[in-house]
């Protein structure tokens, strides 16, 4: 037997080889003097099924190679269930392990936002329940990284309980902003300091 075994395969129509994928089973056949009299051969092609898969399986690798690079996770909740998926990028920027159970990393999760900023997430969340969409940014202490900053937007999907969005760290953005309205700040008091 064999599963999803690549063989080349020639179509008569054409003349050309192309390799197709086939789940099969072989068995010998006997007479009644128990002497081999054939082999029966049972193939299944799955080759649109596996050329199927194998693009999916490559443009979810691109996926997640864009979130990395973009430091962005996606999250689905369940609203019927009170259940979170987040994705594994995700769960690098939250420094949770995907194998802890839900109330785990939900709990891990509120202890590390930043305590000034709970009482705007905790409302904003609240309200995407009644609205079905949500936006906000706010920041999380991670355990090895330090302060970062999230900016999260999400809606509800058509016909379901369900949202889905994605967070995206822009905390080097807002470094980079501050850092610009700093110099602008010391920039202005010179040229006041100095009448120009």
Aim: glycine share 6%; charged share 30%.
């Amino acid at each position: 037997s064999g599963r999803e075994v690549k063989i080349p395969f020639t179509q008569f129509e054409t003349g050309q080889t192309r390799d197709r994928y086939f789940d099969f089973v072989c068995q010998p056949m006997f007479d009644a003097s128990i002497i081999l009299d054939g082999i029966f051969i049972h193939a299944v092609d799955l080759t649109d099924r596996v050329e199927s898969r194998r693009a999916l399986e490559a443009s979810q690798d691109r996926l997640r190679l864009a979130h990395e690079a973009a430091l962005m996770g996606t999250w689905e909740w369940d609203g019927v269930s009170n259940t979170r998926t987040l994705s594994p990028e995700l769960h690098r920027m939250f420094g949770t392990d995907p194998n802890w159970d839900g109330e785990t990393i939900n709990r891990v999760w509120v202890a590390r936002v930043h305590p000034a900023d709970w009482p705007r997430v905790s409302e904003v969340l609240a309200e995407s329940v009644e609205s079905g969409a949500t936006e906000l940014e706010y920041r999380y202490v991670h355990p090895e990284r330090g302060q970062r900053v999230f900016y999260t937007k999400g809606r509800g999907m058509t016909g379901s309980a369900q949202l889905v969005g994605v967070v995206l760290d822009v905390t080097e953005t807002k470094t980079a902003a501050r850092e610009v309205r700093e110099q602008r700040d010391r920039f202005e008091f010179a040229a006041d300091a100095a009448n120009i």
